[in-house]
T-cell receptor, first 115, second 111 residues
Framework: DAGVIQSPRHEVTEMGQEVTLRCKPI?????LFWYRQTMMRGLELLIY????????DSGMPEDRFSAKMPNASFSTLKIQPSEPRDSAVYFC?????????????FGPGTRLLVL | QKEVEQDPGPLSVPEGAIVSLNCTYS??????FMWYRQYSRKGPELLMY????GNKEDGRFTAQVDKSSKYISLFIRDSQPSDSATYLC???????????FGKGMKLTVNP
């Protein structure tokens, strides 16, 4: 199994530019999570999907952030326009919800730097 | 007050030491308690999973949950340099997929 795949692994952009982060969950998993990790705030849940439907987006910081999951094998997190305070490591995780213990498997992350 | 508090350290110990990592929480609805390990420049990976109060042991690792005190611990026996990583506690309410993480404790085990 290839695990959760994220791209790009690193992104450097200038303030005001649009940034799109991509995630391919583990095949067969039915839940997908987007997290942001910073030194100041730690690992925070931004949004999660179950069966491609957004369930909870209460962690999305503001309207500049949007996420989509058009099918079971692909999700995007978009920031438009980007700001320096968005600099962080963004993780995607997936899990299989099967009525019991569910483990979230994390991708390697995308390191975003907004100048 | 954050829902989950974790001393960010860092913590440095000699090889073979016993390591104790702790988290406190304020939400009494948390029922599932986890410890994730994150190596440098990698994503977190699940290390231990505990439901409700009690102890769970897996090799050199022991997880403890004390719901009455809202306190969880991870003990590492005979620590190894390969244990050097950031350890994050995480919790969720019953029936919820949302995990709330501590900020993580960076551990270094010196040979």
């Amino acid at each position: 199994d290839a695990g959760v795949i994220q791209s790009p692994r690193h992104e450097v952009t200038e303030m005001g530019q649009e940034v799109t982060l991509r995630c391919k969950p583990i095949s067969g998993h039915n839940s997908l999570f987007w997290y942001r990790q910073t030194m100041m705030r730690g690992l925070e849940l931004l949004i999660y999907f179950n069966n491609n439907v957004p369930i909870d987006d209460s962690g999305m910081p503001e309207d500049r952030f949007s996420a989509k999951m058009p099918n079971a094998s692909f999700s995007t997190l978009k920031i438009q326009p980007s700001e320096p305070r968005d600099s962080a490591v963004y993780f995607c995780a997936s899990s299989l919800i099967a009525g019991g213990r569910e483990t979230q498997y994390f991708g390697p992350g995308t390191r975003l730097l907004v100048l | 007050q954050k829902e989950v508090e974790q001393d960010p350290g860092p913590l440095s110990v000699p090889e073979g030491a016993i390591v104790s990592l702790n988290c406190t929480y304020s939400n009494s609805a948390f029922q599932y308690f986890m410890w994730y390990r994150q190596y440098s420049r990698k994503g977190p990976e699940l290390l231990m999973y505990t439901y409700s109060s009690g102890n769970k042991e897996d090799g050199r690792f022991t997880a403890q949950v004390d719901k009455s005190s809202k306190y969880i611990s991870l003990f590492i026996r005979d620590s190894q340099p390969s244990d050097s990583a950031t350890y994050l506690c995480a919790m969720s309410e019953g029936g919820s997929e949302k995990l709330v993480f501590g900020k993580g404790m960076k551990l270094t085990v010196n040979p």
